[in-house]
């Protein structure tokens, strides 16, 4: 079974920097995997960030980036904002044995 | 304006069936993928199934010979067949649009299932 793992919990500071991580259980995380991040705040739809790793989507601001770093999907945010605390989400793509994609668990960012 | 709409969800006794609906406009179903996403009350998102815009269809391992993604170009919408429901599929759908990075989300449809 597919996992995808992301930290729980994070604490930011506002005006700080942030990184979140995306780690499968088969291995390095590549670009094709093709990472996806959402934010999800309560009571709302996800709204999509990142796309394909590193490219933002046109209501995304510029203080939002995705790369890969160390093996796993990264997303990094800064200067962070108060309105930036919310669930973030990574997805990622497996094409074998079949096409899926798999979420992970969450990362609740608090700015404090 | 891109938009998609879901409905069809309620609740329904172990064992049944629901179908449910995405309603899309300011595109065509038929040439995007579609997505449906599930979270269960406090939990994560969760991959259902996805139909890509020539027709194959893939699900996530625990619906699959359950439930059947399917289209209607004519509509412009988008469907879920959800047959032998589990107390485990009770959750908030979501419909998407898949093309760039799931990149249009609607805002859900709930479904419970209990007796």
């Known amino acids: 079974q597919t996992v995808v793992t992301q930290e729980p919990s994070l604490t930011v500071s506002p005006g700080g920097t942030v990184t979140l991580t995306c780690a499968s259980n088969t291995g390095a995380v590549t670009s094709a995997n093709a990472p996806n991040w959402f934010q999800q705040k309560p009571g709302q739809a996800p709204r999509p960030l990142i796309y394909?790793?590193?490219n933002r989507h046109s209501w995304t601001p510029a203080r939002f980036s995705g790369s890969l770093l160390g093996g796993k999907g990264a997303l990094t945010l800064s200067p962070v904002q108060p309105e930036d605390e919310a669930e973030y989400y990574c997805q990622l793509y497996y094409g074998v044995p079949q096409p899926s994609w798999v979420f992970g668990g969450g990362t609740k960012v608090t700015v404090l | 304006e891109v938009q998609v709409l879901e409905s069809g969800g309620g609740l329904v006794q172990p064992g049944g069936t629901l179908r449910l609906s995405c309603a899309a406009s300011g595109f065509t179903v038929g040439s995007s993928h579609m997505s449906w996403v599930r979270q269960a009350p406090g939990k994560g998102l969760e991959w259902v199934s996805l139909i890509y815009s020539f027709g194959s269809a893939y699900y996530e391992d625990s619906v699959k010979g359950r439930f059947t993604i399917s289209r209607d170009i004519s509509k412009n919408t988008v469907f879920l067949q959800m047959n032998s429901l589990r107390s485990e599929d009770t959750a908030l759908y979501f419909c998407?649009?898949?093309?760039?990075?799931?990149?249009?989300w609607g805002q859900g449809t709930l479904v419970t299932v209990s007796s």
């Open positions: 998407a649009r898949a093309d760039t990075g799931f990149d249009y």
């Open positions: 394909n790793t590193n």
